[in-house]
């Protein structure tokens, strides 16, 4: 065997050290294959769900109070109504997003028991641990590992994504969390247009300005408006362009067996050049 230096080793002295341990070096990919495989036949599967999602804009609505004429614009501005400057979306994705929702969803459908089944006895009904997972743990668990929302900046399509291991519930969540989310926004719009609409009833009773009383006639008619088509909408917030659908048995994201076959070989023949390079080089 021929070595450039005393420190210095070549791709094919290693190589050489390869074939000639053949037998024995074999033996790390296909340890490395079978753990791989072990960890496809051992792991449970997630199943994925994608709500897509379109924001529906005030203008669409015909409630914005933008679009009041000027000098009515500007008495809501001073009766304290504040005026919208742009786009709803990034306030409806904010609610899509919040921890709120996801605690009141997780409250309301007793979920922290299935969030954390490995630490619950279904039998008993009760847990396995000396500290029972809280709210708040379950809220992080969805948030961080089950639910996800994506937003195209430029056509202002959501996508809501929901992975877990029962494929039923992931496309039940990811329905009932874009719900939700529409009834959240809903139910504000409304409460923030009914005070609205009580505030412009006491400036009302406090002028005899028929132009201004006009005005104020005019603040409340959109305020009615809004509320009228908060109330006959159900997707308030967001349209559901595409519903989730439940993923067919075999339809799973993990285990992706093509990947871990992939990186388990990889590692495999790795370990074997690592091994034959540190196996030749020569002992000083």
């Known amino acids: 065997m021929h070595w450039q230096n005393k420190n210095e080793l070549a791709a094919p002295d290693i190589w050489a050290y390869v074939r000639a341990h053949w037998m024995r070096m074999a033996f790390i990919p296909i340890a490395s294959l079978a753990a791989g495989l072990a960890l496809i036949v051992v792991s449970e599967p997630i199943y994925r769900s994608e709500a897509v999602l379109a924001p529906v804009g005030d203008e669409e609505a015909g409630m914005t109070l933008g679009k009041l004429p000027g000098q009515v614009g500007n008495l809501a501005s001073l009766v304290g109504i ?14 899509l997003r ?28 009760g847990w396995l641990v000396e500290e029972p997972p809280t709210l708040e743990d379950a ?17 202002g399509i959501v996508v809501l994504r929901v992975e877990w291991r029962d494929r039923q519930r992931a496309a039940a969540w990811a329905q009932e969390i ?7 926004l809903r139910s504000a719009a409304i409460a923030e247009a009914k005070s609205s ?10 002028t005899n300005v028929v132009e201004l009383q006009n005005a104020i006639f005019r603040l409340m008619e ?16 967001f349209r559901i ?8 048995d075999d339809e799973h994201v993990w285990p992706n067996a093509p990947l871990i076959v992939s990186i388990s070989l990889l590692v495999g023949v790795s370990l074997v050049f690592m091994l034959a390079a540190a196996s030749a080089r020569p002992r000083s």
């Open 178 to 184: 874009a719900d939700r989310a529409n009834a959240a």
């Open 241 to 248: 362009v595409d519903p989730p659908r439940v993923p067919e």
């Open 222 to 237: 959109s305020q009615t408006q809004k509320i009228m088509i908060a109330n006959v909408r159900p997707e308030y917030a």
């Open 139 to 155: 809220v992080m668990r969805m948030d961080e590992d089950v639910r996800t929302v994506f937003e195209d900046k430029e056509s």
């Open 82 to 95: 504040p005026l919208p400057t742009g786009s709803p979306a990034a306030t409806h994705v904010a609610t």
């Open 98 to 125: 919040s921890k709120a929702l996801l605690a009141q969803f997780i409250q309301d459908e007793n979920l922290v028991p299935e969030l954390f089944a490995d630490d619950w006895d279904e039998g008993s009904h």
């Open 197 to 206: 609409m009580e505030y412009l009833q006491r400036e009302l009773q406090k």
